[in-house]
Each structure stands twice: as C-alpha cells, then as structure tokens.
C-alpha cells in the first residue's frame, strides 16, 4: 500500500500530519488539503481547546483512547502532528480517517 502525504510510519508509531479548522459548524474529518489530512472542530483555539478536540477527534475515528494519541507539534499553529500508536497499521489509520 501507499502511504499517503497526510501518514508517516514513525519508530513508535504513526505520524498524522493534520491541518486544522477551529470554530467550525461542525466536527468532521473534511478531507486531503495541501498534502495533510484537514480535520474541523467546534472548539476555538483558546487555551487548548482546539488542541483537545482534535485528539479527541483523531482518537475516535480510530477507536482508541485519546490517552494513546499525542499531540507532538503544532500546539499553536493549524498544521498539527500527532503521533498514533504502534499497535495501529497504516492501513487501518488510511481506512479509518478516510472521507
């Protein structure tokens, strides 16, 4: 399989490249843009409240604990990485967040 811009296989896991959209109408992983996955949220970017939906976000379309999700750059900026799991493969993360 081919692993798509958004995904980079990492020693501890995966790497989720996401460009985010705070205060939007609704919460939803919109799609591919600018080669990172964009994912929209309620929350504003307000004290880390974006930062916490977006895990929260990422941690149930794979169905797993948002413990197990990490925020590990970005925390204020839109262009967010965040580190999944070893125990989830690329393909399982591709067939889960895809739209």
């Not at 501890?12 to 799609?31: D, F, T």
């Not at 964009?38 to 916490?52: C, F, Q, R, S």
Request: aromatic share 2%; glycine share 6%; hydrophobic share 45%.
């Amino acid at each position: 399989m081919t692993i798509p811009s958004y995904l980079t296989e990492h020693a501890e896991g995966a790497i989720l490249h996401l460009h985010v959209q705070p205060k939007a109408r609704r919460e939803e992983i919109v799609g591919v843009h600018d080669g990172r996955l964009k994912v929209a949220v309620l929350a504003p970017p307000d004290k880390g409240k974006a930062n916490d939906a977006v895990l929260q976000l990422v941690a149930n379309a794979l169905q797993i604990p948002v413990s197990s999700v990490e925020l590990v750059r970005g925390a204020t900026n839109r262009r967010k990485d965040i580190r999944l799991p070893a125990s989830l493969t690329v393909e399982q993360i591709v067939e889960k967040v895809t739209v």
